[in-house]
């Protein structure tokens, strides 16, 4: 968030602003490097120009002064006459004898240096003040002068002429050269910022301003760019983007048209194949009532029967009621199965929350099975762990699950077989319950279905076993119920094993708050 915030008042500066920065940057850097560079070269030509012209006028007004120099005074005296007003640019021109410079001390290092300096070292050049600049001619002996003319021998210094010349107005030049470049700077700046928003800058706004359209939902905005240039071919792709992305939107409106209907449709056959769901459920319910009463009539009247041919000792009459008696007791167990399954998928089953002992329910359902595992001669055992404590949990359908996992495994298990029913402790707050058998077992193909309604291994007509397939799918409803889960292990040939795993204590469902 402070990421975003912070990314949010950044200052922004267009393209265009960006570009005319750089050009003036460029631009400013370019006139400064020409007129550093120029200002540098002209300085050297000026300096070069000025001492040529210095060094002409004093070889001029030596030649003029002729030699011998008798009267240094009057001498100066003819340079001014000759020299004022004639030449603007020179500021002074005068004559200044030895002995005058020993008595200037500005002047006096000047002579001294001079004097030891060798007959070609002639003319200096010294700084004087602002826009002046002051260039020295020594007077020295002449070669050829002769004894009788000259005191002194020939190359000795006899004095110097200085020259005052004013420097070229440089500073005012060098103001109209920036100046210049300023306006001419300017001007271009003004031109490319003309050129970079017709050429560059106006195709890219028109862009900006067809993706904002679009982003506000507006598709069939289209950008009309025509430069000729790679802006046109940018603006003809966007725009054939553009029309895939409607024609893409036109066949994803008529797709949610069409899976509308669809969901109105299948919606409708819900709430019939609901209506028609607990039609037959409630069906199912009235019909096993129905049929439950007699059948127990039947069942009564079967054992009756078969007492009494037990009593008369009458073989026949006790084979046939017993025949009834366990066909009866067979469609019983089918109805009871139904009436639990139609009161599952009605929501009618109720849970009945209490404290259950796990190895109490295993011993009921080992005395109440004995009789049909001693019939086969099978060998049950019980191994659960004492530590386990009591369970809280619905004790009745937890016993339900486990008698139809028992009765299966009687059911399906060979003569002089094995059964084991094992309890432990799986995790701190589940309880696993596990039947083995050492029946043929149950193929990978066949588990995928094992728990589905109607469901059986052997669905010929001519199958051994009886029943219609519902105990493994009520114990898998009923082992939702108690927030368990209800798994098989098997391979052919080895046998089965069936897990149940339960919560060690079971919350029940809270019902739903009603909302305003």
Wanted: proline share 4%; glycine share 6%.
């Amino acid at each position: 968030m402070a990421e975003e915030h912070s990314r949010k008042i950044q200052p922004r500066i267009s393209l265009g602003s960006k570009t005319l920065i750089l050009f003036a940057l460029a631009v400013a850097l370019i006139l400064n490097s020409a007129l550093a560079a120029a200002w540098w070269r002209m300085g050297k030509l000026t300096d070069v120009l000025l001492r040529r012209e210095a060094y002409g006028y004093v070889l001029l007004a030596r030649s003029l002064l002729g030699w011998p120099i008798t009267d240094w005074q009057a001498a100066n005296k003819r340079l001014a006459t000759i020299w004022a007003d004639q030449v603007p640019q020179i500021q002074s021109l005068e004559l200044i004898s030895l002995e005058q410079s020993k008595q200037d001390p500005s002047l006096k290092a000047l002579g001294e240096q001079l004097s030891k300096a060798s007959t070609e070292e002639g003319f200096f050049s010294m700084p004087a003040s602002q826009g002046l600049r002051e260039y020295f001619l020594a007077i020295r002996t002449p070669a050829q002068a002769s004894i009788e003319t000259s005191a002194t021998e020939p190359g000795s210094l006899q004095g110097f002429i200085r020259i005052r010349v004013k420097e070229y107005g440089s500073w005012g030049n060098l103001l109209t050269v920036i100046w210049i470049a300023v306006m001419v700077g300017l001007f271009a700046m003004l031109v490319f910022q003309l050129i970079a928003q017709r050429m560059f800058l106006h195709p890219l706004r028109q862009l900006r301003r067809t993706a904002e359209k679009i982003a506000k939902g507006n598709i069939q905005v289209r950008s009309h760019i025509r430069t000729g240039d790679e802006y046109e071919e940018l603006s003809d792709a966007f725009n054939s983007m553009l029309a895939r992305l409607a024609d893409a939107s036109e066949q994803l409106q008529a797709i949610n048209r069409s899976l509308d209907v669809k969901l109105e449709e299948v919606s409708r056959a819900n709430v019939a194949l609901s209506e028609t769901n607990k039609l037959k459920s409630e069906f199912i319910a009235n019909v096993s009532h129905e049929l439950r009463t007699p059948l127990n009539s039947i069942i009564g009247f079967a054992e009756l029967l078969t007492e009494i041919a037990k009593n008369h000792q009458d073989e026949r009459a006790a084979k046939y009621a017993d025949n009834i008696l366990r066909s009866g007791r067979s469609l019983l167990d089918i109805i009871n199965d139904l009436l639990d399954l139609a009161k599952i998928e009605a929501g009618k089953a109720v849970l009945h929350i209490d404290k259950t002992s796990l190895a109490g329910i295993c011993e009921d359902l080992f005395h109440l099975t004995g009789p049909l595992a001693d019939k086969k001669q099978l060998q049950v055992e019980l191994q659960i762990n004492p530590n386990i404590p009591l369970l809280q949990t619905d004790g009745g359908k937890l016993q339900q699950i486990l008698y139809n996992l028992l009765s299966n495994a009687i059911k399906f298990t060979p003569a002089a077989g094995r059964i084991r029913i094992e309890g432990e402790m799986a995790s701190e707050d589940l309880v696993a319950v596990t039947v083995l058998d050492n029946g043929p077992g149950i193929s990978k193909e066949d588990q995928k279905h094992i728990f589905d309604k109607f469901t059986q291994v052997d669905p010929s007509t001519t199958r051994q076993h009886g029943g219609a397939g519902l105990g493994l799918a009520i114990a898998k409803d009923l082992a939702r119920m108690l927030g368990g889960e209800l798994t098989v292990t098997s391979e052919l040939g080895q046998g089965a094993a069936f897990t149940l795993t339960i919560p060690k204590v079971l919350n029940p469902p809270q019902p739903a708050k009603a909302t305003i």
